[in-house]
């Protein structure tokens, strides 16, 4: 194929191009959100149910239950663990699990801490310590350290640190708190927000897994949305993910039955999630709850002011000025005294499977207050999976669309948007994924076959960022211990990340994505050969992206200067895929060429790569 493409005409590449959609779909507690500890305030569990126990287990001789504390450490967390020796000699404690395990890594300085307390106090008080630590299950002990106690009936909090000497490549590993039961005899104590922390992104408090972390910021995320997607919703309105119950201290966070059907913890709350998102430099995209629920009912219109203010609320924890807004108090005395930058608030989340109620009146009530109160910011418009552009009042500018397909339509939508008509609507593909074969077998993981597909739909994103602000793949992550939806761009166990063949393609795509995009030459739609070229401005490289379902070669000219070249090919055979087992199956691979008046070059068939000059 030849390929002529300008070295001026065009148009410019928005950063916010290539992001990232967030939502905890077995993905924030237990994976990006850095917690250790599973079910470590007994939030949303029922008192002296073994679910309510989740992640516990005693250790020695020894008895635990949740209990409905009779003097809680905060209205959020009435809940406890009540421990009790049942012998007077030896070590005596509880174990957690964490989630589906606990990284031992050597050099690591893990920061826990926990409330503690005893109900009914001896007359004589008694001083002892406690152990906490990380051991194996047959109790070969890799760190611990002491923490002293007096017995109160008051809430205590303890505070610790231990660092480990060596790396342990398995994660069945097991955090204890123990005490020498000869210390204290057979008495009761209570336990709660039991927490332990590994190093964190940006050395944050209460902040994000680092690999993970360091993951996403190698593909130069231009945005992140959150908090969803369905997590958004809830099953009800009183379901909801309602920010106002995920700021302030982890004591006043009382957790919620997430829409995913398990409890979120919300220690990644509104804060934590703004100021990660502002430490890997990107755009938030942020959501607001706007009345759709999941068992498909909508909040009644004279009903919807409740959150509308909710919503009004939430921008200005975000945005507000902390002298004068109270929400944005609240931000100020978590540590961020001035706002976060924030432009894009989504209102809901694919609300088209309300059928009617976005379009009579949820989207007008809440884009005519929250524009009344934030004429600045930009909303965007939420739409069910697929669909024309909606009707709505006022005209949004803004819309997410959201698509979920086989390789074959991916290929043959390479040049879905450029029949779009340029009038003011800017495009969010807020969603997209091969999620099937074409056969439509489901994937457990993103194979090539699907993953190029999806590079030849992105030469789409990258000639028609004119009018497409924004794209993410999605799920972004999940554990690949509990998975609820597949595939998933990322899987992680807890000392490790499968980096899918889907994840290296957004990845070329959103480093090569340039700032400006040079009109070529184009292929028609189901070709075996897509390409786009952008331009970086400041290095003056020229990025010629490439996806290719079969064996072909390409000419392109290539303007004065460039002699020498470098390219990255993702290719593999079909159907391979990373996984547990085999996760490096495919990778990308670097080469370099020599560049001049043309590029000559061939591909294999299912491959995307880049090739770099520069002018
Ligand atoms: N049903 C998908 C659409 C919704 O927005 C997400 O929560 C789900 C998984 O990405």
Excluded at 216 to 235: C, H, K, W, Y
Excluded at 547 to 563: Q, R, V
């Amino acid at each position: 194929f030849d390929v002529t493409f300008s070295t001026t005409s065009g148009h410019k590449v928005p950063s916010t191009l290539y992001g990232l959609m967030f939502e905890d779909i077995n993905s924030g507690d237990g994976g990006l959100y850095a917690e250790l500890i599973q079910n470590r305030a007994f939030q949303q569990v029922t008192p002296g149910t073994s679910a309510a126990l989740t992640a516990w287990a005693t250790l020695g001789s020894a008895s635990i239950a949740v209990v409905k504390s009779s003097s809680p450490v905060s209205t959020a967390l009435p809940n406890a663990l009540s421990f009790k020796p049942t012998a007077t000699s030896g070590t005596v404690g509880f174990t957690n699990d964490g989630y589906f395990g606990i990284p031992v890594t050597a050099g690591w300085k893990y920061t826990g801490s926990f409330f503690y307390r005893t109900p009914t106090p001896p007359a004589t008080k008694i001083s002892s310590s406690f152990t906490v630590g990380l051991r194996s299950t047959s109790g070969t002990v890799f760190t611990s350290t002491t923490v002293p106690f007096t017995t109160s009936s008051s809430w205590q909090q303890a505070t610790f640190t231990f660092t480990a000497s060596s790396t342990q490549t398995s994660v069945t590993n097991l955090f204890a708190l123990t005490v020498n039961a000869a210390t204290i005899g057979e008495l009761t104590m209570e336990f709660t927000l039991i927490s332990l922390f590994p190093p964190t992104f940006n050395n944050r408090a209460n902040g994000m897994r680092v690999d993970i972390s360091e993951a996403l910021l190698a593909m130069d995320p231009g945005f992140f949305r959150f908090p969803g997607g369905n997590n958004l919703e809830g099953q009800t309105p009183a379901q909801r993910w309602a920010w106002e119950s995920t700021v302030n201290s982890l004591v006043d966070r009382p957790g919620r039955l997430g829409t995913w059907g398990y409890i979120n913890t919300d220690g990644l709350g509104l804060y934590e999630y703004l100021q990660w998102i502002e430490d890997m430099g990107m755009e938030p995209i942020m959501a607001v709850f706007a009345g759709y629920t999941l068992n498909g009912a909508s909040v009644a219109q004279n009903s919807l002011q409740t959150y509308i203010t909710e919503a009004i609320n939430q921008i200005n924890f975000a945005i507000g000025d902390a002298s004068s807004n109270p929400q944005a108090a609240i931000r100020s005395a978590m540590g961020h005294p001035e706002p976060f930058d924030l432009t894009y608030i989504e209102i809901g989340n694919e609300d088209f499977f309300s059928s009617t109620t976005y379009t009579n009146y949820r989207w007008s009530a809440f884009v005519d207050a929250l524009s009344a109160e934030f004429p600045q910011l930009h909303y965007i418009s939420t739409s069910a999976t697929s669909g024309s552009v909606p009707k709505l009042t006022p005209a949004p500018t803004y819309w997410d669309l959201h698509i979920y397909s086989n390789p074959n339509f991916f290929i043959n939508g390479a040049f879905n948007f450029d029949i779009l008509p340029r009038n003011g609507l800017q495009f969010f593909q807020g969603e997209y994924a091969t999620t099937t074969q074409n056969s439509g077998a489901t994937l457990a993981y993103p194979f090539i076959d699907g993953s190029i597909a999806e590079a030849a739909y992105m030469t789409g994103f990258d000639r028609n960022s004119d009018i497409v602000f924004a794209a993410s793949y999605a799920p972004l992550l999940s554990s690949v211990s509990s998975i609820q939806w597949t595939p998933d761009l990322i899987n992680f166990s807890p000392n490790s990340l499968i980096l899918s063949t889907s994840y290296y393609v957004q990845k070329l795509f959103s480093v090569y994505k340039g700032d400006f995009y040079l009109t070529s030459t184009t292929n028609t739609a189901s070709s075996p050969v897509q390409w786009s070229v952008t331009r970086d401005t400041a290095t003056s490289q020229y990025f010629l992206k490439r996806y290719h379902s079969e064996h072909c070669s390409l000419h392109a000219p290539i303007h004065p200067a460039s002699t020498a070249g470098t390219g990255t090919i993702l290719t593999a055979a079909p159907g391979t895929m990373n996984t547990p087992t085999k996760p490096t199956a495919a990778v990308p691979s670097n080469f370099s060429f020599t560049a001049g008046k043309t590029i000559t070059y061939n591909a294999p068939g299912l491959s995307l790569s880049v090739l770099v000059v520069v002018s």
